[in-house]
């Protein structure tokens, strides 16, 4: 039994020394130390080195860090096993190959402009160019020109989002004529230069407002003042114009630099509205409800009048209304902005049927009730 107790505990004692030599870590070979160096003090040297790593750890026990797998590997495994990572030259060229008829850096250019034609001119490093009749960036109240020269070509247009068709005369000259917001690429034709000129411009009209909210400054342009109903507007930023009010705009804008030549009188004129347009009526309005015929005028004369009746399409030239029932009428300008009114008519002197059902169901209950109490008062001898 001593016997048996005693290989036990050596067993024990021995499972002991191991884990405890196990738990220990091992930072340094003997050595490593400086020499000199008592045990006390290789052990606090340990201890400092424990606490910063552990300070300095970013991941608990038993994670998996990112790059830890390059940990204790030789440069050329590590370069191996990255090379198998990534796409294979084949896919690559596959890549390259399908986009790059479709991908073009930006191309820097140079913005001029031509006194004798008017034109302004915006000229790569390779001597192609892109004319306009208007800076780049602007709005005008005018048909607009677009004229490649110097191997450029017009690669696309927008309008409003929409590709545009445009007219070209024997040059190589485009026109656009109509109110709207365009974009469009130019390039140049040799395949070398591999670069696009991207830029906009508006055609608005006096006629029909606009409802943005900011103006930004022509390419190579400046705010320079603001006029809005001939009153003039603080300008706090040259870069851009916040559109607050409504109302008619001229905005004058000044070149951000001399060198350029550009013309200094380049100004823009338009009108913002982004009110809708709304109905007087000839009549009070109770709950929702009108009783007879109703007349009404519009706040604008040019403003549109839809109007549905039971849900149904309706028109009104004499813009009076006399039959009885639902209304859902919907006036809207030219710029977009829009009003809405829903409303029922009852005819003149009508009882509406509502009321006559409760009058009939209170007089069934009260008909009931003396019915009732007669029988309570009847007595049989």
Same mark, same amino acid.
């Given at each position: 039994m001593a016997g048996s107790v005693g290989k036990t505990g050596l067993c024990l004692a021995a499972v002991l020394l191991v884990t405890a030599w196990l738990s220990v870590p091992v930072y340094a070979e003997e050595d490593e130390?400086?020499?000199?160096m008592t045990e006390q003090e290789k052990q606090q040297l340990l201890d400092e080195m424990q606490e910063d790593i552990d300070r300095d750890a970013p991941y608990t026990i038993g994670s998996n860090p990112a790059g830890s797998i390059y940990d204790g590997i030789e440069d050329e495994d590590a370069r191996n096993l990255i090379r198998e990572m990534l796409p294979s030259d084949e896919i690559l060229d596959r890549f390259v190959e399908d986009s790059d008829h479709r991908v073009m850096p930006l191309a820097g250019f140079q913005t001029g402009f031509d006194?004798?034609?008017?034109?302004?001119?915006?000229?790569?490093?390779?001597?192609?160019?892109?004319?306009?009749?208007?800076?780049?960036?602007?709005?005008a109240d005018h048909a607009v020109a677009l004229m490649p020269e110097g191997g450029m070509s017009i690669f696309a247009v927008t309008r409003d989002g929409e590709d545009v068709t445009a007219?070209?005369?024997?040059?190589?000259h485009y026109f656009f004529r109509e109110t709207g917001q365009y974009a !469009?690429?130019?390039?140049?034709?040799?395949?070398?230069?591999?670069?696009?000129? @991207?830029? /906009? +411009?508006?055609?608005?009209? *006096?006629?029909?407002?606009?409802?943005?909210?900011?103006?930004?400054?022509?390419?190579?342009?400046?705010?320079a003042s603001v006029l809005v109903d001939h009153r003039p507007v603080e300008v706090k930023d040259g870069k851009y114009l916040e559109l607050i009010q409504d109302g008619l705009?001229?905005?004058? !804008?000044?070149?951000?630099?001399?060198?350029?030549?550009?013309?200094?009188?380049? @100004?823009? /004129? +338009?009108?913002?509205?982004? *009110?809708?347009?709304?109905?007087?009526?000839?009549g009070e309005i109770h709950n929702g409800m009108f009783t007879?015929?109703?007349?009404?005028?519009v706040s604008e004369k040019d403003a549109q009048v839809e109007i549905l009746y039971n849900g149904q399409p309706a028109v009104s030239p004499t813009h009076v209304?006399?039959?009885?029932?639902?209304?859902?009428?919907?006036?809207?300008?030219a710029t977009g902005n829009m009003r809405f009114y829903s409303?029922?008519?009852?005819?003149?002197?009508?009882?509406?049927?509502?009321?006559?059902?409760?009058?009939?169901?209170v007089l069934l209950l009260a008909a009931a009730a003396l019915v009732f109490t007669a029988g309570q008062r009847i007595r049989v001898r």
């Open positions: 130390f400086p020499e000199g006194r004798g034609s008017g034109l302004y001119r915006y000229i790569l490093s390779t001597g192609s160019a892109l004319c306009l009749s208007t800076p780049m960036g602007s709005w007219s070209c005369d024997e040059e190589g !469009f690429i130019a390039h140049g034709d040799q395949a070398e230069q591999r670069s696009y000129i @991207s830029g /906009t +411009f508006r055609i608005v009209s *006096t006629q029909i407002p606009v409802t943005e909210s900011f103006l930004w400054a022509p390419e190579s342009y400046e705010v705009y001229e905005v004058s !804008f000044r070149p951000k630099s001399r060198i350029t030549g550009l013309p200094e009188d380049f @100004s823009e /004129t +338009f009108v913002r509205d982004t *009110t809708p347009p709304s109905i007087k009526w000839d007879g015929e109703v007349a009404f005028d209304l006399a039959a009885a029932g639902h209304y859902y009428i919907t006036v809207s300008d409303f029922v008519i009852e005819r003149r002197g009508e009882i509406p049927w509502k009321l006559v059902g409760i009058c009939a169901a």
